[in-house]
């Protein structure tokens, strides 16, 4: 029924105002004078079918609202989305049958029903044929591994847990397509990686997964193909190990230095033996990351250089190159922050 890659995205925009504009206001019909915000900046993207797709920024990049655009949640401002070679603007109906959501600041479960009932709520919600849906309900809470809990009060679960079901809620249509926001925010390491487990087994099951994360490493692991996007504009797009070849150094060396005097001169002397990918003062601290050929020739002058400007490195660290630093590189910002 449907053809064409996963997702199919070309020059989608979303211009907001900013704050509220009175009822009197339009009931005057008096020009919108409010202040325009850009958050999606005309971005081109394409994700195949059976690929996990991550799209990676900092906070406020515009990684929410691309997805609620995708999802038929927001209008596009001007753009054109095609989920499995369908319009959103003029088929939405059928893009939502197609796609499962798991967006943030959803209203999402009943704390007060079982993880079953939850999904049998759902299930009537989102039209799934009665026929099917105890089948559905049955394999959705096998993929996130909550079968067993299938019959417990929701508000007894951990939050890794409720996050699964968010998921197997987002199973019931038995979509191709699933899009994930921020899929693993606010869980604990081991609920993350497990939840990150049940996104390969949706990958596994021959679906496409689109997610969202500010996690390099989640990014790193998980996705096939990566989109790294700031202030709404899609800055790099390719495979985590592709992006990561762009730095093209051998060893990524971070420095805390205790300094007092000025940064400029000591900044100078270490860019002689690296290339200094960031600096950032805090009162008395220079935190410096540098990318270099090789760790053992640049920490020796490193060492020599602080000395010479009076200066003391307090810790030395030794990383491989990661997507941060493509992101550095990218920005000149650490996607931390
Ligand atoms: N409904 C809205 N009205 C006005 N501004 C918004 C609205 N939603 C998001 N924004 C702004 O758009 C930018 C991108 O937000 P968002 O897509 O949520 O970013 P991300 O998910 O990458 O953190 C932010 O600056 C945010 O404040
Ligand atoms: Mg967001």
């Known amino acids: ?14 211009v907001f105002e900013k704050g509220r ?16 915000f850009v958050a999606v900046k005309g971005i081109d993207l394409r994700v195949e079918r059976g690929e996990i797709f991550g799209v990676l920024g900092p906070n ?7 997805l609620r655009m995708l999802a038929t949640l927001l ?5 054109d989305v095609r989920i499995l070679g369908i319009d959103v603007k003029t088929h939405p109906r059928e893009v939502r049958a197609n796609l499962g959501a798991m967006l943030s600041g959803e209203r999402s479960l009943y704390w007060k029903l079982t993880a079953r009932e939850n999904l049998e709520y759902f299930a ?5 044929p009665p026929k099917e849906a105890t089948a559905r309900i049955e394999s959705a809470l096998v993929a996130v591994k909550l079968a067993d809990r299938a019959d417990d009060y929701v508000e007894r679960y951990s939050t890794g847990m409720r996050q699964r079901l968010a ?9 191709p397509l699933v899009i994930l926001d921020e899929p693993t925010v606010g869980l604990d390491p081991q609920s993350a990686r497990d939840l990150r487990d049940r996104v ?14 500010h996690y390099m490493e989640e990014a790193d692991q998980l996705c096939d193909r990566i989109a790294i996007i700031d202030h709404g504009v899609i800055v790099a797009l390719d495979t985590p190990a592709a992006l990561k070849r762009r730095i093209r150094a051998g060893e990524v060396v971070t420095l805390e230095i205790a300094l007092t005097g000025d940064d400029a001169a000591l900044l100078a002397r270490l860019g002689n033996a690296a290339s200094i990918a960031r600096s950032e003062r805090h009162n008395g601290t220079l935190a410096v990351t540098a990318h270099c050929a090789s760790a053992r020739d640049f920490v020796p002058a490193a060492f020599d250089a602080a000395r010479s400007e009076g200066a003391t490195i307090q810790h030395v660290e030794v990383v491989p190159v990661s997507l941060e630093d493509v992101f550095i590189s990218l920005t000149g910002r650490a996607l931390r922050e």
């Not at 449907?2 to 925009?13: F, M, Q, R, Y």
């Open 167 to 175: 998921l197997a809620r987002a199973l019931l249509p038995d979509p």
């Open 21 to 36: 504009r009175t009822i009197w206001q339009r009931l005057r019909r008096e020009p919108d004078t409010r202040e325009k």
């Open 200 to 213: 390969r087994e949706l990958k596994r099951q021959g679906r496409t997964v689109l997610l969202t994360t």
């Open 75 to 79: 209008e596009p401002t001007s753009g």
């Open 60 to 66: 406020g990049a515009g990684k929410t609202t691309t």
């Open 1 to 14: 029924m449907t053809a064409g890659p996963a997702v199919e995205v070309t020059g989608l925009t979303k």
């Open 124 to 128: 009537a919600l989102y039209h799934v």
